[in-house]
């Protein structure tokens, strides 16, 4: 059965798009099937994955929507185990049609329950709040992951993240698990990335993944050319750091999820 991994921040700039992307380029070279659902209406994860901006295809709006299959909406990338559901602007729309559909926080876990068992990994790129889409994306997911900006705030805004989790507990998804804290555009060279990365380390301990993802202009330079950090410069250091992202996850799998 295929394992779905919310990428999350209500906070935007985190390098949220960023690491779904290429987490799921990563997990697709380790040899396991990967879908991206791309839940975010500005698209990024689309394009960023190759997948050029198009006006008339089915996206996640019609399959959450208007009830299409999401079978029809996935496309293949230029990574052979490595395939996206599109989103566009219309997916801007969704949160104030769903405001009024009964059970609104579920219509993406029952979208996806159908195709999960076809995938090793489901990653969901979420938009930079805490609306419709997130909450449908939180239900529907089996972990969250936590890109965290090595920032002064960044302490503040897990906070708040984690006070929404515990709701969403409560409410709308008892088994949501924690896959990890990931440490982001982290610069060894400033006492501001050490400090915030010892004190989230204290703070949280394990839940901390062990990578961390350094600033690399490689890295920032990729979608612009639609392409993942792996197929776009593989010596990289960004691409070296989400290659070792994939084969963490990978053995929390093998020694069972934090």
């Known amino acids: 059965m295929g394992k779905i991994i919310a990428v999350a921040n209500q906070k935007g700039g985190v390098g949220k798009t960023t690491t779904s992307v290429n987490l799921a380029a990563g997990l697709a070279v380790e040899e396991k099937k990967v879908l991206l659902v791309d839940a975010d209406p500005q698209g990024n994860a689309t394009s960023g994955s190759g997948i050029p901006r198009a006006n008339n295809r089915r996206t996640l709006y019609n399959a959450m929507i208007l009830g299409d299959k999401i079978e029809n909406a996935i496309l293949s990338t230029e990574l052979p185990l490595f395939w996206v559901v599109p989103a566009d602007k219309n997916l801007a729309g969704a949160e104030v ?29 979420c938009p930079p709040s805490l609306g419709l889409l997130t909450l449908n994306s939180l239900t529907a997911a089996d972990s969250l992951l936590v890109p965290i900006q090595c920032e002064y705030y960044a302490l503040e805004g897990v906070t708040e993240l984690f006070d929404t989790l515990a709701r969403i507990r409560r409410g709308l998804n008892p088994k949501l698990i924690i896959e990890g804290l990931l440490l982001t555009m982290f610069d060894e060279r400033t006492n501001l990335s050490m400090a915030v990365a010892n004190d989230l380390r204290d703070f949280y301990g394990k839940q901390v993944f062990e990578t961390v993802i350094p600033r690399n202009v490689r890295l920032a330079e990729a979608p612009s050319y639609g392409k993942p950090i792996i197929l ?9 750091s989400y290659i070792q992202l994939a084969k963490e996850i990978l053995s929390h799998e093998q020694k069972g999820v934090r």
Do not use: M, W
């Open 97 to 125: 049609e769903l405001v009024e559909t009964q059970n609104r926080e579920f219509i993406l876990k029952d979208v996806l329950h159908k195709i999960k068992d076809n995938y090793d990994y489901i990653i969901i790129d």
């Open 232 to 240: 776009y410069d593989i010596r990289s250091r960004g691409a070296e």
